[in-house]
């Protein structure tokens, strides 16, 4: 154990207070939340927050927290952030905890709120603008108190961020149930998400934020790449990229992601992102190979790169308002375009308004949020016109899950078609809702030894069970590009150089392959070729893991795409079948409202009851959307379920 994390099992320091720190420039934080609360809801924001307290500090709490209110419109309990140590991942033994599948956990936890990691860490929030780990720092001592404590005969339950306390359960019980943003239907619009936020009774987990199962940029940039890859095939009926332009926006989260996967496909990226904070963070970790400010200097860019027809990723720090419409006015062809702006937030930091600069726009949203919400709804109008007239030359384009397109249309934008569907498809719809349907997602792992050379030895046990299915003769055909895609992508995995935070990876992967790689990571636990447990999860963006009509569930044709049994039934069957933990959430990359989704986490540590867990699990979590989509009348769908049942 490293004695510097003891202060782990302190929960909420107050012997003394810890000082109130400076605000710290060197992170990128969170913008202000435009204050919506009556005084009543005020006040009752200020008793939410002052009972995680003895009554004696409420009176040199109370203003504090208050002028927090007012000034980032909510209580984040800044006070309470850890500084004695940093915070990211360490070696799992690091940690004051006597259960090791807790000890996993709070590993977890740390990653999704490093600075390397986190979009903005000392608001807690990991990805997409408002994807919380907590609603405040005195949860999160909380809840490292109670993981220090828990016995494997203990779960703690968590309600969107409050850790509601331990409860007795049993070894094959998850140690940590969580709940996200779960409230009455009718209750679930936007405005309902700024109160109760506001006043500290709700979250928004997004999908591994509040699942604790973030990995980074990287979580979604295999994803990603197969978009690409899938893109070429369908619409350009070509397998190869290079000199082909893909123009995209967002670099902040899981956009990030974008550029990197732009390279591997082989094709020329240009990502806009109008923060300065997130280009630089992207470009000094790699994530870009070049940042251009100029349009002028763009278009010749891009018209060299096409000559020289090698893989580029560019950063356009800028609108990418403006960069679509320098483009529409130029005479460079673009193939492939697309957006992951976070629309679901659309006038709290997700989308930035052309009309003025980004630090005047922060100010706006907060001091004139009605101004705020018209400049947007215009921005999205002049997006979607240029876009439109890329598309009248011969550009793909695709809604990246991000509702882009819902909020277009909500925004009076020329997104529609005479029949009222939208003029371009979901990537789920299009291309991603094939995959999902064979049973492929987005499987990930993290090495708890926080050593490079496990993760190194993961790959090349996940490599060789994938190029083994991949070679298979007797593989259908339906399944044969799936593997062969995948083979390629974690081959080359450690040249990317992706890992950011922990030392975890993603590979797509269907039932079979998941058991498969999973178990083989148990045995070499247990033969201690691997030296410390492996986390195993994935992202909630899976086959099974999310149900939400605009993006996972939009090629579900029968009626049912607005429908949730699915993910609820993920949830609940992953708990019983072996999950050390699970988490259902409100939301998703689509928003509130707009989705329900969950997922779950699983401790490998070389037992041979570890390898049960994950055979039992790992099979429903997979087929049961494959199932669900089967009965949805989807042929790919079809021939997997058969194929599972015959297995």
Not at 128 to 156: C, D, H, R
Not at 301 to 328: C, F, M
Not at 391 to 418: C, Q, V
Not at 451 to 460: G, M, Y
Request: net charge neutral.
């Amino acid at each position: 154990m490293a004695e510097f994390l003891k202060s782990l099992t302190q929960g909420i320091p107050l012997s003394p207070l810890p000082p109130l720190p400076e605000r710290d420039n060197s992170v990128p934080h969170a913008p202000g939340r435009p204050i919506q609360l009556s005084s009543d809801e005020k006040k009752l924001a200020l008793r939410n927050a002052l009972r995680y307290f003895p009554e004696e500090h409420h009176a040199s709490l109370a203003p504090e927290f208050a002028n927090e209110l007012k000034t980032y419109g909510h209580i984040y309990m800044y006070r309470f952030r850890p500084t004695k140590y940093e915070m990211k991942a360490y070696p799992v033994t690091s940690y004051p905890a006597k259960s090791k599948q807790a000890a996993v956990i709070m590993l977890m936890i740390m990653n999704n709120l490093d600075k390397d990691i986190a979009q903005f860490p000392h608001e807690l929030v990991t990805y997409g603008g408002n994807g919380s780990v907590f609603q405040n720092w005195a949860q999160y001592n909380l809840v490292m108190k109670y993981l220090s404590e828990m016995t494997e005969e203990q779960t703690l339950v968590m309600y969107s961020g409050h850790p509601l306390g331990l409860f007795p359960s049993h070894k094959n019980a998850p140690r940590v149930v969580v709940t996200n943003g779960m409230v009455i239907p009718n209750y679930s619009s936007k405005a309902d998400y700024e109160r109760m936020y506001g006043i500290g009774v709700s979250m928004y987990g997004q999908m591994t934020a509040g699942s604790y199962c973030y990995i980074g940029p990287q979580g979604i940039v295999h994803g990603t790449t197969l978009v690409l890859l899938n893109a070429g095939r369908k619409y350009l009926k070509n397998e190869d990229l290079s000199g082909k332009i893909f123009i995209t926006s967002g670099l902040g989260g899981m956009s990030g992601a974008q550029a990197k996967a732009g390279v591997i496909a082989g094709a020329i990226s240009v990502v806009a992102e109008v923060s300065k904070e997130a280009v630089h963070k992207r470009y000094h970790q790699g994530w870009v190979m070049e940042v251009i400010n100029d349009l002028s200097s763009l278009v010749d860019r891009l018209k060299k790169a096409r000559q020289e027809k090698k893989p580029l990723s560019i950063a356009y720090h800028g609108n990418v308002i403006d960069l679509w419409e320098k483009l529409a006015d130029s005479d460079v062809q673009i193939e492939l375009g697309s957006d992951q702006t976070s629309l679901h937030n659309p006038y709290n930091g997700g989308y930035y308004p052309v009309q003025i600069g980004f630090e005047e726009a922060n100010q706006m949203m907060v001091n004139d949020g009605e101004k705020f919400k018209g400049l947007v709804k215009e921005s999205l109008r002049r997006h979607v016109d240029a876009v439109n007239k890329m598309a009248a030359k011969g550009m793909e384009f695709w809604d990246y899950g991000n509702s882009f397109l819902l909020e277009a249309s909500r925004a009076d934008a020329d997104i529609l078609k005479p029949d009222k569907t939208f003029k371009y498809p979901s990537y789920v719809e299009d291309i991603m809702g094939d995959i999902f349907s064979l049973g492929f997602g987005p499987f990930r792992w993290v090495c708890t030894s926080c050593d490079p050379a496990d993760l190194q030895v993961s790959d090349k046990i996940a490599g060789q069970i994938t190029g083994d299915f991949a070679n298979d003769k007797s593989m259908p055909k339906e399944l044969t590009q799936q593997y062969k895609d995948n083979y390629i992508w974690i081959s080359q995995a450690q040249s990317h150089k992706m890992v950011v935070g922990s030392q975890a990876r993603i590979l797509y992967s269907d039932a079979q392959g998941r058991i498969d790689i999973a178990v083989a990571f148990n045995t070499a636990i247990r033969d201690g070729v691997i030296k410390a447990p492996i986390a195993i999860s994935r992202d909630h963006h899976d086959v099974s893991g999310a149900d939400s009509p605009w993006r996972e569930t939009s090629n579900v044709t029968d009626g049912s795409k607005f429908c949730a049994d699915m993910a609820v039934q993920n949830f609940v069957g992953d708990s019983f079948r072996g999950a050390t933990w699970v988490a259902l959430h409100n939301g998703g990359g689509t928003g509130w409202g707009e989705a329900i989704n969950g997922g779950f986490g699983m401790v490998l540590d070389g037992s041979p009851e570890a390898e049960s867990r994950a055979r039992l699990m790992l099979s429903w979590d997979v087929c049961n959307g494959v199932a669900r989509r089967a009965w949805g009348r989807n042929a790919n769908a079809e021939f997997a379920i058969k194929r599972a049942m015959e297995a």
